[in-house]
Structures are given as structure tokens and as C-alpha cells.
């Protein structure tokens, strides 16, 4: 009760921090995006916690420590440079370990999203945890320091190498492998390390002996073996087994498939046995959670996993020496951010519980028993992690608080961390409270979604309005700030929107996550069939319906899998929706999914490459007539930016009006805050110019007409 009552003296805390909004219509878009977004904690000896702030583009490591938990910046960084930190962690000797820059794209090409004539790396760094210059380690990825804190293994072209971080030696290449690896793991004594080796169409778990420099590969098949995770005595590793569907391809329904299981190998003997096997329909393919491990290795010998068996993810366990699987957290709800505490005996997870438009920690003992909230109330809560003497840190947020850190200290009150630092001047109480409202599609299935209305709607007044519809498609937009940089940042545009007098609907369209696998797998989605436009023309007659909008007045926007469900309304509905923008959206099926499966070869699979070309916003361009406002980065690696360059050609050919804002080097998920700023400035500028007409309008006026390049006041 005690955990419970706290959430309003933290909020309190908050609300003196936040509360200093002006009237909405003074707030600047540069304003409702300042506060920054925190990701990636982890935590440490003596109970120490860090994570990242990323504040207007500009990434730093931040820091708190027990037992007054006084948040403090760790690194230096002072520029909006479009390099990420990732991969945090805390190294014996008093260092943060982390990754600074983000990936390669399939030509190798690190991102570079400033230009930078110098071009740009990704590399292993250091920074003392009492702050300093960091340093530079060695260039590589995915780090991972050994139990003594001695020697750093990490990922370099797809290889294994190794660093002292005891001295300044060069690294080097541990062994050499076929096919890429991943997943490094350390055994607990620090003498072996596993890891994933990726071969294709299939996969093997790998052990590697440090001292006497030998390989092989454990219990291996034919199969996509994955997440390893080590006994506590380091003599066993427990890993996934995935069957190689072949015929299986992305963004279509898989409700059904191949059961996946759990197997558990002897180091010493190499022999591997299944502990637990998926029962065949629903369940039988694998859904994952947000976790270290997909498979926690816990006290008294069980193994915690998720598993769909009920048509919701939900934690099981089951003891490594196999048997039945006992439901750790049965309910109509889903369960997503998992860890267990430091002494194995319980695990922390988020799940939307008893609010299924919100997230929550829970807590429930890994031998079973009644879970139990550890944060409740009107907020969002996501991300546990429990420190070696208990303190559960997570992150936070609510309809008008953007998301921070906060911890429960072991035996005290919820408290936020870098609160002065990290919400100053964030113009909370100019924001609205989104309404939780539930439609039917058109085929009649019932659909959730968040309303937004402006705080100046007057008796009897008619607003322009406009559908948002998230990425993913695996997502769910929530009644407040999100958890995810990328719908965090669309959050702030929803409200923004509202802010400048649109009624605002976000849509979770099906296909979606956080209601179930029915929802989630949904008949006839994506490539398959586009059943999710039912929701897109739902949404838009349910707007169309509301006595405050005015139906001729709707505009749509989204990016990623929501780009594509906009073309998609403006290629089959224009009628309905007067306008959209289209960030990085799909607007052919057969591109994306080739992008995603180099190998699949749409002259092969006639029959499917026909429906998926059907299911998709060009098969039907020849009715599109509204307006859009197409927005891409060029070296998107999830959305081609050929998709943007084909769309404008076809409209363009068909007198369609078309505005384009085009980032060069910018990947999918904007790196530079710049970038997002830009975007969704020119979002706001081209939905006041299409949709909200002038004063003398009225219903049938002109349309007001601003430059997207102008500077407006936002």
C-alpha cells in the first residue's frame, strides 16, 4: 500500500516541476519536443543505476547512486549529432562501458546523418561513472565485460573479439567463424563464452573455451537455435529452438507454426535435451518480450520464458530438468519489460493489466503465487530494473509528464531522478487528457483508440480532424507518453496538433500489440490482404460521425506500417480523408518484404507477390486525388527510399498533389532532433494549409496557405 500511495507524491513532485505551460496556442513545436527521452538502464555494484538522456538530439549517460539517488551527468556530449549510445554497462573498475554510433546499413555504411565530410564509426567507449572525457576503446559493437571486469568481449564485421580493460593492449579476434555471431554471453566464472552463430536458414549456440582456446558447437540442428543463458553453477546453457519455416514471411498472420521450445545443454558433455515444448496452435511460434533474455535462469532451478499458450504473452516457468510449465501471470492482458531480481526469486515485469491502454510493474515469485503491483494510478510505467539491494528503477510518464527515470529505494517512497534536469520548462499544462474511445471497423471489430480535443472547442463547433496510425505494425499507442523514442516523439505531434485546434484520433488498428494474439495476428492483415483498412475507414466514419468534426475536414497521418495504412486511405478512400502525410511509409508489399527477406522472389510465388501487390497503396493509385506530403530519409534501412521515389512518380503522372521533405543520410527512426522537428513542423504546416480553413471560410472558404518552409511562430 505504501508503493501505491507514493505514485501522487511523485507526480506532485513532478507537477511542481512541469507545471509551467503557457496557453497552448503559445507553445512552439521546438517546445512540446524539448524534454528529453530516456532509454537503456541498467544497473550496477552498490546499487547504482544509469541510463541515457537523450535531450534535443544531444545523447548523454546519466547516473544515480544510493542512497540519496542524486542524478548526475556522466559524459560530455554537447551536440545534436545523430550518434547513439547504446549497450550500456558498468565495468569493475569504477567505468561505464558503452557503444557510441549506430549500425550498418547492408553496404556496411555507419550512419551519418550530419554529413559529416569525415564520415563517422561505431565504436566501444569508456567514461569514468564519476564523469570525465570518455574514451575510445576499440571500434566494434554489442560489448559485453567478462564477470571479473576484466576483458571486454565484442562484436566487430559480424566476429568475435577481445579487449583488456586492465591495460592498453590492442584487441584481437578471439576465433573465427562462418556466418556472423551474436548474443555473447559470459559463463558466471568468466572461463567460456557462448554466443549465437547466424548461418542463414539456420542457426547454432557456440561455446568458446578462453583458456584453452577451443570452440565447438553444443546440441546443433537444422533449426534457429537463439537466447542463451547460463545456469548459475555454469555448468548448463539454455537456449530456444525455432523450427525453419521457409514459407514463412513477414507482415502476414502467423497464428500458427512449427512449436518452438526450450532446451537445456551440458557444457561439459555437449548433450542437449528439450525441457519444454510449445503445445501445438496457439502459442506454437514464438513472441518475444522486452528483456535481456528471452529465458531467465532463476533460483532453484527454473527456467522463466514467455509463451501465448493463453492467446496473451504471459511468463511461465518450468524447472531445467523439464516438466509441466506453471503460468506465472494469467490474465486478458499482456506482459512486455521482464527482469528478475538480483537473488532470482522474482521477477519484474510491465504489462497492461487491468488497463489496457497503460503499462504498470508488477511483480510475482518465480515458484508461483498472486502477482503484485509495484506502480498503479493514472501514469505509465515501464522498464524495471532491480538493483542488488532491491530498488526498483523504471521509467515513467503520464498524459502530460513526458518520460523520465524514477526508483522505489528498498524500504522507501517512489521518487523521480533528474527530475530539475530533465522536465524544466516543459509546457505540461498546456496539453490535453486524450480520451480512451473504443469504434467498430467497418467489418464491425471493435477498435481502440485515443481521442484528443482541443481545450477551445466550442458549443456546436466543427473542427478539422486528423487519424494517426502507429508503425510497427507491432505497437500500441497509449494514453500518454509513449515508451518508444519514435511514438514518444508522435505523441507530442498528436498533441501539438490539438494544441492548433484539430480533434485528433490514434488508432490501434489491428495487427497491433496489447490485445491479444487474435488482434495482433489478425486474419488477412498486411501483405495478405489489407484487412486493416477496416479500421482506417472506420476511424474516418467515426470521425465523420462526431458532431464536433467536420466531415469534410479529415486528414490522416502516420510513419512506417502508419505511412502505409495513410497512402493506403488516400489511394482507396479520398472521398473520406481530404489530406495526409507519409513518413518512410510502404507502398509496395513485394519491396518491403525483399527487403526484409533478400531471398524471396515475388516471380516464384506468383499467387502471393499478386495479393501482396493488391494489398498495397499502389494497386490502387489510380483513385488516389488528395493532397500528401511525402516525408523520407535516405538511407532508411527498414522502408527503402525507393518506396518515396516510385509513390511521387505514379502521382505525379496522375495530377495528384504531392510535397516532399527528404532527409538526406537520415535513417528510418530520425537520428538528428533536428530532423524530427523539421518533420512534424512541415506535418502542422501542411495540415493548416489543406485542412483548416480561414475565418471567412467556414465551411466552404478558402484554404489558408502557408509555405512549409516558413517560420510561423512554432
Keep these: 500500500m505504501r508503493r501505491q500511495a507514493v505514485l501522487g507524491a511523485a507526480c506532485m513532485a513532478l507537477g511542481a516541476i512541469v507545471q509551467q505551460g503557457a496557453a497552448q496556442q503559445g507553445v512552439r513545436i521546438e517546445q512540446v519536443m524539448s524534454a528529453p527521452f530516456p532509454t537503456g538502464l541498467v544497473s550496477g555494484a552498490g546499487g547504482a543505476v544509469a541510463w541515457v538522456q537523450n535531450a534535443q538530439g544531444v545523447r548523454n549517460i546519466w547516473m544515480a547512486e544510493p542512497p540519496a539517488f542524486r542524478a548526475r551527468q556522466v559524459t560530455p556530449y554537447a551536440a545534436d549529432d545523430g550518434q547513439d549510445l547504446t ?59 567478462s564477470p571479473s571486469g576484466e576483458t571486454l568481449a565484442f562484436l566487430r564485421r559480424g566476429q568475435v573479439w577481445s579487449l583488456s580493460l586492465r591495460d592498453s593492449a590492442p584487441a584481437r579476434q578471439l576465433f573465427e567463424i562462418r556466418g556472423t555471431a551474436g548474443s555473447l554471453e559470459w559463463s558466471p566464472d568468466g572461463s567460456m563464452l557462448a554466443f549465437v552463430s547466424n548461418r ?19 546440441d546443433p540442428s537444422v533449426d534457429r537455435d537463439g537466447n542463451p543463458v547460463w545456469s548459475p553453477d555454469g555448468r548448463s546453457i539454455a537456449f530456444t529452438r525455432q523450427a525453419n519455416e521457409r514459407d514463412r514471411l513477414p507482415f502476414m498472420p502467423a497464428r500458427e507454426g512449427q512449436p518452438w521450445s526450450i532446451r537445456v545443454v551440458d557444457v561439459t558433455t555437449g548433450g542437449g535435451r528439450a525441457v519444454w515444448r510449445a503445445a501445438p496452435g496457439a502459442g506454437s511460434v514464438f513472441q518475444g518480450i522486452a528483456a535481456e533474455h528471452q529465458v531467465l535462469w532463476a533460483a532453484d532451478g527454473r527456467l522463466v520464458f514467455p509463451w501465448e499458450r493463453s492467446g496473451w504473452i504471459h511468463l511461465y516457468a518450468v524447472s531445467a530438468a523439464g516438466g509441466e510449465a506453471t503460468e506465472l501471470t494469467p490474465g486478458a492482458f499482456e506482459v512486455e519489460h521482464v527482469t528478475l531480481s538480483a537473488n532470482g526469486r522474482e521477477v519484474f515485469y510491465s504489462s497492461n493489466q487491468g488497463d489496457i491502454d497503460r503499462r504498470h510493474i508488477w511483480r510475482v515469485p518465480v515458484a508461483g503465487g498472486r502477482p503484485t503491483a509495484v506502480t498503479s494510478g493514472a501514469g505509465i510505467e515501464w522498464g524495471p530494473e532491480i538493483t542488488e539491494s532491491g530498488a526498483v528503477a523504471f521509467f515513467a510518464s503520464d498524459a502530460r509528464t513526458p518520460a523520465h527515470a524514477e526508483i ?30 473504443v469504434f467498430p471497423g467497418a467489418d464491425g471489430m471493435p477498435i481502440h483508440g485515443q481521442l484528443f480535443l482541443p481545450r477551445n472547442l466550442g458549443a456546436g463547433e466543427r473542427r478539422p480532424a486528423v487519424l494517426f496510425f502507429h508503425g510497427g505494425s507491432r505497437r500500441q499507442m497509449l494514453l500518454g507518453f509513449h515508451y518508444l523514442g519514435y511514438y514518444h516523439n508522435a505523441y507530442t505531434l498528436n498533441q501539438y496538433l490539438a494544441g492548433r485546434g484539430f480533434i485528433v484520433l490514434a488508432v490501434n488498428y489491428r495487427s497491433g500489440t496489447g490485445y491479444g494474439l487474435e488482434f495482433r495476428e489478425a486474419l488477412n492483415y498486411g501483405a495478405r490482404g489489407a484487412s486493416e483498412f477496416n479500421d482506417v475507414l472506420g476511424a474516418g466514419l467515426y470521425l465523420r460521425g462526431r458532431a464536433e468534426v467536420d466531415p469534410a475536414r479529415i ?43 533478400p531471398s524471396y522472389d515475388a516471380g516464384a510465388r506468383a499467387e502471393v507477390a499478386r495479393l501482396a501487390f493488391q494489398s498495397s497503396p499502389m494497386a490502387s493509385i489510380d483513385t488516389w486525388r488528395s493532397p500528401v506530403l511525402v516525408i523520407h530519409g535516405d538511407d532508411d534501412r527498414n522502408v527503402p527510399f525507393s518506396e518515396s521515389v516510385d509513390l511521387m512518380a505514379a502521382l505525379r503522372q496522375r495530377g495528384v498533389e504531392v510535397e516532399q521533405l527528404i532527409f538526406p543520410d537520415e535513417i528510418h527512426g530520425f537520428l538528428l532532433h533536428r530532423s524530427w522537428v523539421a518533420a512534424y513542423r512541415a506535418t502542422a504546416d501542411f495540415f493548416e494549409r489543406k485542412l483548416m480553413r480561414s475565418a471567412a471560410g467556414n465551411g466552404g472558404g478558402r484554404w489558408s496557405a502557408r509555405a512549409i518552409t516558413g517560420d510561423d511562430g512554432r
Excluded at 550530419?114 to 563517422?120: E, M
Excluded at 536458414?201 to 584453452?212: E, L, N, P, R, W
Excluded at 499544462?429 to 480520451?435: D, F, M
Excluded at 478512400?573 to 519491396?591: E, R
Aim: proline share 7%; aromatic share 8%; no cysteine.
Design 200 to 218: 542463414g536458414d539456420h542457426s547454432f549456440i557456440g561455446v568458446y573455451a578462453v583458456t584453452d582456446k577451443q570452440l565447438r558447437y553444443v
Design 555 to 597: 486528414g490522416l497521418w502516420g510513419g512506417s506500417y502508419g505511412g502505409y495504412l495513410t497512402a493506403l486511405g488516400l489511394a482507396r478512400a479520398s472521398d473520406l480523408f481530404a489530406a495526409g502525410v507519409d513518413l518512410h511509409g510502404v507502398h509496395d508489399w513485394n519491396v518491403v518484404i525483399r527487403n526484409f527477406v
Design 87 to 145: 549497450n550500456l554497462q558498468f565495468a569493475g573498475d569504477g567505468r561505464i562501458v558503452f557503444v557510441r554510433g549506430g549500425g550498418p546499413n547492408r553496404q556496411g555504411e555507419i550512419p551519418n546523418p550530419t554529413s559529416d565530410p569525415a564520415g563517422t564509426r561505431q565504436a566501444v567507449w569508456a567514461v569514468a561513472s564519476v564523469g570525465g572525457e570518455p574514451r575510445q576503446l576499440t571500434e566494434g559493437t554489442a560489448p559485453s565485460v
Design 408 to 437: 522505489i529505494p528498498t524500504g522507501s517512497i517512489r521518487q523521480p531522478l533528474a527530475a530539475e534536469a530533465t522536465l524544466r520548462d516543459f509546457p505540461s499544462a498546456a496539453l490535453v487528457e486524450p480520451q480512451p474511445v
